[in-house]
C-alpha cells in the first residue's frame, strides 16, 4: 500500500505540474513565470515520491537521501506554491530571481529551526501558514466562492496538518499507514489546487 501510494503522489504530481498550463490560450507572461515555479516545485515533490521506490534499502544513506528529499518537499515545495499562489491571487507580481531568494530563505529558516531543536513548531507553523496562503490565494476577490476551491483547501490542510507523518502530533503507532494517507490525500490536493490555481491564471486573449 505504501509503494502504491507513493505512486499515486508521483503520478498526481506530473498532473499537477501541467494542470497550469491547460488552458485555452497562451500564458500571459505574468501567469507563464509563476506557473513555472509552481510546476518547478510539483516536479521536486515528484522526485520525493520517485525516491523511496527507486531506493528502499535500509541503510543509513538511503535513508539520508529519502529524509533530503522529504526535507524540500514539506519545506521548500509545498510552502513555494503556497506563497507563489498567494501572491499571485492579491495581485503581487515578483521575478523569479526574487522566488529564488525567497526559496534560499524558505530553506535557511528549516536549518536555523532545526539546529535550535524547534523543528516541531516550526513544522506544524509552515503546514498551517501554507494552508492559509492557499486559503487566500484561491479565494481573495471572488465573488462567489464554489465548492472546488473549499475542497482544495480542506485537502491541503488535511493532508500537510492532519495526515503529516513528519510532525510529532501525527505519529502513530501504525507509521506505514499514515504515510500513505498523507500520499494519497496529498495527491488529491495537488490536483485539486493547481487546477484552481490555473483557472485563476490569465491568457494572452484576457489582458488584450
Known amino acids: 500500500m505504501l509503494s502504491f501510494s507513493y505512486f499515486m503522489l508521483a503520478l498526481a504530481s506530473i498532473i499537477a505540474a501541467l494542470l497550469p498550463y491547460r488552458q485555452s490560450a497562451p500564458l500571459a507572461e505574468k501567469s507563464k513565470r509563476v506557473a513555472s515555479i509552481v510546476s518547478a516545485c510539483c516536479l521536486l515533490i515528484f522526485l520525493s515520491a520517485i525516491v523511496p521506490l527507486i531506493v528502499n534499502g535500509n541503510s543509513e544513506d538511503s535513508q539520508i537521501l529519502r529524509q533530503i528529499f522529504d526535507n524540500l518537499q514539506l519545506y521548500l515545495a509545498l510552502p513555494l506554491i503556497s506563497t507563489i499562489i498567494m501572491s499571485y491571487g492579491i495581485g503581487k507580481d515578483y521575478s523569479k530571481a526574487a522566488w529564488g531568494r525567497w526559496s534560499l530563505v524558505l530553506l535557511a529558516m528549516f536549518e536555523l529551526c532545526r539546529r535550535a ?6 513544522s506544524i507553523s509552515i503546514a498551517v ?14 465573488s462567489i466562492v464554489n465548492k472546488v476551491p473549499v475542497i482544495a483547501l480542506l485537502s491541503f490542510a488535511l493532508a500537510t496538518i492532519m495526515l503529516s507523518p513528519n510532525l510529532s502530533l501525527n505519529i502513530a503507532t501504525d507509521s506505514l499507514r499514515e504515510a500513505s494517507l498523507y500520499n494519497f490525500s496529498l495527491s488529491a490536493a495537488l490536483c485539486l489546487v493547481c487546477l484552481c490555481f490555473g483557472k485563476r491564471l490569465s491568457t494572452i486573449d484576457s489582458t488584450r
Open 117 to 122: 531543536d524547534i523543528g516541531d513548531y516550526y
Open 129 to 142: 501558514l501554507s494552508s492559509v496562503c492557499i486559503a487566500i490565494g484561491l479565494i481573495y476577490k471572488v
